[in-house]
């Protein structure tokens, strides 16, 4: 694991909360894997495995919904060959959530196989 590596990695991840953050669904649609499996699971909801479901969800969350003001941070990263995993908190402003987010290498940068986010019990904020 190389520095340039972890500063890849860290920038991708940090283009996926940005493009959450402004509901950029076409932006959102080149960030995921369309040579691999991938599967999403939001907080609260069943995981959705496949390129098409994981792009409906998206479509849902950020096409119905005001786009969250979502915050990343305390992100650790574990890179293994052409993969990695990013573990974070997501701040929300009312609640923090614990994510993961899995990434291949692939052509044209690292791209998500896995979202995934969780609930941490007794981060609720009034």
């Not at 691999?36 to 950020?62: K, Q």
Request: glycine letters at 8%.
């Amino acid at each position: 694991m190389t520095k340039t590596q972890l500063t890849d990695v860290l920038a991708a991840n940090e283009v996926f909360y940005e493009t959450v953050r402004t509901g950029d669904l076409p932006r959102m649609a080149g960030l995921w894997s369309r040579h691999r499996p991938v599967s999403c699971t939001h907080p609260n909801r069943p995981t959705l495995f496949g390129y098409e479901a994981v792009m409906e969800s998206w479509h849902v969350v950020l096409g119905t919904y005001e786009p969250p003001d979502i915050v990343p941070h305390d992100a650790e990263i574990i890179i293994t060959g052409k993969t990695a995993l990013v573990l974070c908190c997501e701040d929300l402003g009312h609640v923090e959530l614990m994510a993961s987010n899995s990434y291949a290498l692939e052509p044209g940068g690292w791209k998500l196989l896995n979202h995934q986010a969780a609930h941490i019990p007794g981060s609720e904020r009034i």
